[in-house]
Nanobody
Framework: QVQLVESGGGLVQAGGSLRLSCAAS????????MAWYRQTPGKQRELVAS???????NYADSARGRFAISRDLFKNTMSLQMHSLKAEDTAVYYC???????????????WGQGTQVTVSS
């Protein structure tokens, strides 16, 4: 099994910054893509940013220019640096990883428990 643990959420004023972190542990053979998603009540979970094992990065339009995703392949960690936060960034942020537990296993999606980010206006 693979466990993902997020940290770094909290309450911040509009215009402020937060840094989210995600640490993967467990029976990990390899992690392929990693990503941050967010969800607000009554809405579908949406992609915020993703990074491939090769370092290719993709941002949602709402995050581009304000957020920066990064990962450490050796430590199996990922971060999301968020600047110029807006009230509409308020959500539960989830870490996602496509991971395999063996050399011949398939890559499956794993999720963290989520961390709340609240931006006050």
């Amino acid at each position: 099994q693979v466990q993902l643990v997020e940290s770094g959420g909290g309450l911040v004023q509009a215009g402020g910054s937060l840094r989210l972190s995600c640490a993967a542990s467990g029976d990990i053979f390899m992690i392929n893509d990693m990503a941050w998603y967010r969800q607000t009540p009554g809405k579908q979970r949406e992609l915020v940013a993703s990074v491939t094992r090769g370092g290719e990065i993709n941002y949602a339009d709402s995050a581009r220019g304000r957020f920066a995703i990064s990962r450490d392949l050796f430590k199996n960690t990922m971060s999301l640096q968020m600047h110029s936060l807006k009230a509409e960034d308020t959500a539960v942020y989830y870490c996602n990883a496509q991971a395999s537990v063996s050399a011949w296993g398939t890559f499956l999606p794993y999720w963290g428990q989520g961390t709340q980010v609240t931006v006050s206006s």
